[in-house]
């Protein structure tokens, strides 16, 4: 009787086991050190009280591998030269860089008119810009590391004014914009979307010229913004004030 009783026991034990056995914890992974799965989507507010939001919208971008598409709401507006609100995204092992251009582009078709319009009064212009591949905004490199300084962007664009559909009336322009990058702190913020421990201030130098009828004017821009591993962009201040991250969302990916 004590064998067969020890038998049972044996084979509820076995058995029990496999009924009862607890399963592996799923981890959810933590998003990239710059977020770039399609989904993940931020939300800021400006220092008017307005606000923006943009999502990652595509996973096979046309621009080629590791790139995705950024969507706004609403949408940029199309004179807007803010390198900061990219159209692609790419990431590589060491650099996270933005496309931007096209934003280049359309900076140069309305901001020449515009600097020329008093000159041409009544005379319809027309912007004809060399074609050319813009470099691609290196937002930053890894590893990120206080006062590390890089050349974000340097690229130069060509072009004509020319008045009244006229090919002998034609003026050439050029503009140059070069950008320089540093990461001057690393510290802890406190945003509206939460408190973060490790923040690197990152500031830009932006240096645009433009040599139209022999003569440079140049203009300079300066922006700092506050950037968190694996979250993002969570500040930005420039000249216009103060834009900060209130909300984010990423899709939740797990590995067993």
């Known amino acids: 009787m004590r064998l067969i009783s020890l038998m049972l026991c044996s084979i509820f034990i076995l058995f029990g086991c496999g009924a009862d056995e607890t399963p ?11 977020p770039d799965t399609v989904g993940s989507r931020w939300v800021y507010r400006n220092a008017d009280g307005s606000e923006w939001s943009r999502e990652i919208t595509d996973g096979n971008s046309i621009h080629g ?14 004179t807007e030269f803010d390198y900061l609100k990219p159209d692609v995204l790419r990431v590589t092992e060491s650099q996270v860089l933005f496309v931007i251009g096209e934003k280049i582009d359309r900076y140069v078709q309305n901001e020449i008119p515009a600097s020329v319009a008093d000159e041409f009064v009544g005379l319809e212009l027309d912007i004809i810009v060399a074609p050319i591949t813009h470099p691609e ?7 990120l590391t206080a006062n590390f300084q890089w050349d974000a962007f340097n690229t130069h664009v060509n072009g004509s004014i020319v008045l009244q559909n006229l090919v002998l009336l034609q003026f050439p322009f050029e503009v140059k914009v070069r950008v320089k990058g540093e990461v001057v702190a690393v510290d802890s913020l406190e945003t509206p979307a939460g408190n973060f421990e490790e923040t ?14 022999s003569e440079a004017e ?8 506050w950037f968190v591993p694996h979250v993002g962009i969570v500040k930005i201040e420039n000249e216009g ?13 797990i590995e067993k």
């Open 24 to 34: 592996t914890p799923i981890a959810q992974q933590m998003p990239n050190y710059f």
């Open 65 to 78: 591998e590791g790139s995705q598409v950024f969507t706004y709401t609403p949408p940029a507006p199309e």
């Open 137 to 143: 905004f290196v937002f930053y490199q890894l590893p």
């Open 200 to 213: 690197y201030q990152i500031e830009y130098q932006t240096e645009i010229t433009q040599l139209l009828f």
């Open 218 to 225: 140049t203009t300079q821009q300066h922006q700092t913004v």
């Open 241 to 253: 004030g103060i834009t900060e991250l209130i909300a984010y969302t990423f899709p939740e990916t």
